[in-house]
C-alpha cells in the first residue's frame, strides 16, 4: 500500500491525539483512535485505558516522543515512535495503522521493543 504524505500526516496525528488523551485520562478520547477491531476486543474505553495503564506505562505517560519514518512490517503500514518511558528507558514503540472502510485511518495495535530492537 502506497503511503502518501497526507496519510503521514494523518497517522502522526491520530497517534499524538491519542496520546493526549491518555495524559488527560479521558479514555472515550483514547478508544475512539483504535480501530473497530481492538474495540471489539476491549469492549470499553474503560477496559481499554486500565489495560494501557498496567502494560504500557511508556505509552500512558511517556517523558519524551519522536516520530520515526512510517514503515511497512509484515504488510502492516506502521509508525514507530521512539518514547522515553516514566522510569526513562528509551522504548520504540511500533503502531500498526489500519485504514478503515470509510478510508479513516485508526490504531490496530502497537508493539513496544526495545531501542536495540528485541520485543519487551
Do not use: H
Not at 485520562?25 to 478508544?31: E, K, L, P
Not at 511497512?72 to 485504514?99: C, F, H, S, W
Amino acid at each position: 500500500m502506497e503511503i502518501t504524505d497526507n496519510d503521514a500526516i494523518t497517522i502522526r496525528s491520530l497517534i499524538e491525539n491519542q496520546l493526549a488523551a491518555f495524559k488527560k485520562d479521558d479514555a472515550q478520547g483514547a478508544f475512539a483512535f483504535a480501530s473497530s477491531g481492538i474495540q471489539a476486543q476491549f469492549g470499553t474505553p474503560e477496559n481499554f485505558m486500565q489495560m494501557v495503564q498496567i502494560s504500557y506505562p511508556a505509552v500512558y505517560r511517556p517523558r519524551s516522543v519522536f516520530f520515526e519514518k512510517i514503515t511497512t512490517i509484515q504488510e502492516n503500514i506502521t509508525q514507530p515512535v521512539l518514547l522515553l518511558a516514566p522510569d526513562g528507558i528509551p522504548l520504540r514503540a511500533l503502531y500498526l495503522m489500519e485504514k478503515q472502510p470509510d478510508n479513516a485511518w485508526r490504531i490496530n495495535g502497537c508493539f513496544l521493543v526495545s531501542v536495540e530492537g528485541k520485543e519487551i
